[in-house]
């Protein structure tokens, strides 16, 4: 790869710039390709195209914090992968179709403590604020997100046109966030 950028790049400063933006960002670049493809020469092979993509980028490279650099790094192989996947028709090993798979053969990420901790604290606002809501919303929200009624059955309990119901949702949700954060200001 550095004898790509060697031959690419004429001025020195230009190619001392690369070559050290390469070797700084070579694993970040691989690491990328590797999320959507497990061959390592294609990753090679894409990995060496968005250097050369890059090389005309040097003058905007150079202004840019380090932070700032990764981020485009990452921008720029994530695209040159998808464009290549695309052009070839990949979908490699890492995907399948979810048809015909069974309920228990799919794999759910499992939630980690913090994000369990946040979910119980604001089911326990939700159930503080409960009986502050009015009793469309109540029946709104337990309908939609608990029972898992359809638009048509909330709109036949309601006596409404099914087109409303989702406006009506939208409103039940805002009034119920609205009380649990005054209700958590008043805690504070």
């Not at 690369?18 to 990328?32: G, I, N, P, S, V």
């Not at 390709?33 to 061959?39: A, Q």
């Not at 998808?82 to 990420?109: A, F, W």
Request: negative net charge.
């Amino acid at each position: 790869m550095l004898a790509l950028i060697s031959a690419a790049i004429e001025d020195p400063s230009d190619l001392e710039f690369m070559t050290q933006f390469y070797l700084q960002y070579e694993r970040l670049m691989y690491a990328t390709v590797m999320k959507r493809l497990s061959d390592p020469e294609t990753a090679k092979d894409i990995v060496q195209d968005c250097v050369v993509k890059l090389i005309p980028k040097i003058p905007f490279l150079r202004q840019q914090k380090r932070c700032i650099n990764a981020s485009y790094v990452v921008s720029t192989v994530r695209n040159t992968t998808i464009n290549y996947m695309r052009k070839h028709g990949r979908t490699d090993g890492r995907c399948c179709s979810l048809e015909g798979q069974d309920e228990q053969d799919m794999v759910m990420p499992e939630t980690s403590l913090d994000e369990r901790i946040i979910f119980e604290e604001q089911k326990d606002r939700l159930m503080q604020i409960w009986g502050s809501l009015p009793e469309e919303d109540q029946l709104l929200l337990e309908g939609k997100y608990i029972l898992g009624y359809k638009d048509t059955e909330l709109a036949d309990m309601l006596g409404c046109k099914k087109d409303s119901i989702r406006m009506k949702l939208t409103r039940a949700r805002r009034r119920a966030f609205q009380l649990m954060t005054e209700e958590e200001g008043d805690k504070i």
